[in-house]
T-cell receptor, first 111, second 114 residues
């Protein structure tokens, strides 16, 4: 099975908060990432969190990590139409730093 | 932030021809770069790790003779899709780590083989 799993779609109204969830299986994961991909473009690193952290906040983005359940979430406050994109969760272990990606969550923001 | 530039962004080629895709780190040196392939609505699949000054490391199931990788300098890696076929049509993305745990991605190349 996949090492990193995400739901495929999320639809929210502009101004609401979005929460994108991810689960991973590798207990040796050291770094957990969120990337954003707009149509036809490469990936933009949004934020990442070390496995010894529970939370990281960066402006409108809040990352929560539940290491016991191997659950990672990305909360986007005051979601805007420009936030519409595919969001990839990824994990990497200390040895390689090469991310393993989930299939991505397509976020659709309605006006 | 760090910039990784990938070129071309789109290419259409005839079946049987070869296509070269370039990946450049613009403001930092990268001894290692990664090449991914992305199918529609799918995750990124790591194809190979490009190593400056040595051979690339290919993931299981990736044909090294078909996907030639050359890491000519500390800022440039190239992926050549040789004798391309329609099933090679895909979105190819490179990435380069600027520092520990942070990998930056190119814009991607949409390859269409007709």
């Amino acid at each position: 099975g996949e090492d990193v799993e995400q739901s495929l779609f999320l639809s929210v109204r502009e101004g609401d908060s979005s929460v994108i969830n991810c689960t991973y299986t590798d207990s040796s994961s050291t770094y957990l990432y969120w990337y954003k991909q707009e149509p036809g473009a490469g990936l933009q690193l949004l934020t990442y969190i070390f496995s010894n952290m529970d939370m990281k906040q960066d402006q409108r983005l809040t990352v929560l990590l539940n290491k016991k359940d191997k659950h990672l979430s990305l909360r986007i406050a005051d979601t805007q139409t420009g936030d519409s994109a595919i969001y990839f969760c990824a994990e990497a272990d200390r040895g390689s730093y090469i991310p393993t990606f989930g299939r991505g969550t397509s976020l659709i923001v309605h006006p | 932030g760090a910039v990784v530039s990938q070129h071309p962004s789109r290419v259409i080629c005839k079946s049987g021809t070869s296509v070269k895709i370039e990946c450049r780190s613009l403001d930092f040196q990268a001894t290692t770069m990664f090449w991914y392939r992305q199918f529609p609505k799918q995750s990124l699949m790591l194809m190979a790790t490009s190593n400056e000054g040595s051979k690339a490391t290919y993931e299981q199931g990736v044909e090294k003779d078909k996907f030639l990788i050359n890491h000519a300098s500390l800022t440039l890696s190239t992926l050549t899709v040789t004798s391309a076929h329609p099933e090679d049509s895909s979105f190819y993305i490179c990435s380069a780590p600027q520092k520990m745990a942070e990998a930056f991605f190119g814009q991607g190349t949409r390859l269409t083989v007709v």
